[in-house]
């Protein structure tokens, strides 16, 4: 089955830094990948989509100079949370959607997290 | 705007149970529908998938049922296992151009030994 990676999966930072995530298919090409953050015992929110080579769309209530997306390569996906605060500790959970399973249902695979700690 | 809602948000059964855990969501335009298991602070596994001109998926003890009209899934787990203790979220993906995927807060199940 389709894997996604992300690395790192635990980061302690101090408040005011920035902290890169990133988010890895490694067996296959991910023409859009998403982000989520999830708070403790709450479903995952959607953060933003993007698609490979254009710019990420977020969602309402989303600062996109917080959090910046890159999506360089059909395998690779970049979160940067730019001056950290302590608000801003969660899960965040990648997910990338295999370009060539369109007729498959859009099925999308999930990384395994990646829980930051702002102090 | 689509709405999951998932009932109960916790679950304890002794070992051996059958269970039924539910979701409902308010928009039927859906293009499928997906069940996930998440371990503690893990990611999410994908458990079953189900298109929206089916009724229902079968994989092992596990039985996802579909019935877009009412706006309901179930997930069926048979023979219920320590091992199955999990946060189960139903997911529901939209049938707009952009096939966006909404979840509801999961249900907690812990199987007793």
């Known amino acids: 089955g389709a894997v996604v990676s992300q690395h790192p999966s635990r980061v302690i930072c101090k408040s005011g830094t920035s902290v890169k995530i990133e988010c890895r298919s490694l067996d296959f090409q991910a023409t859009t990948m998403f982000w989520y953050r999830q708070f403790p015992k709450q479903s995952l929110m959607l953060m933003a989509t993007?698609?490979?080579?254009?710019?990420?769309?977020?969602e309402q209530g989303v600062e996109k100079d917080k959090f910046l997306i890159n999506h360089a390569s059909l395998t690779l996906s970049t979160l940067t949370v730019t001056s950290a605060h302590p608000e801003d500790s969660s899960f965040y959970i990648c997910s990338a959607r295999d370009g060539t399973s369109g007729g498959a249902g859009y099925e999308q695979f999930f990384g395994p997290g990646t829980r930051l700690t702002v102090l | 705007k689509q709405e999951v809602t998932q009932i109960p948000a916790a679950l304890s059964v002794p070992e051996g149970e059958n269970l039924v855990l539910n979701c409902s969501f308010t928009d039927s335009a859906i293009y499928n529908l997906q069940w996930f298991r998440q371990d503690p602070g893990k990611g999410l596994t994908s458990l079953l998938l189900i298109q929206s001109s089916q009724r229902e998926q079968t994989s092992g003890r596990l039985n996802a049922s579909l019935d877009k009209s009412s706006g309901r899934s179930t997930l069926y787990i048979a023979a219920s296992q320590p091992g199955d203790s999990a946060t189960y979220l139903c997911a529901v993906r939209s049938s707009g151009s952009a096939r966006q995927l909404t979840f509801g807060s999961g249900t907690q199940l812990t199987v007793l030994p």
């Open positions: 993007s698609n490979e080579g254009s710019k990420a769309t977020y």
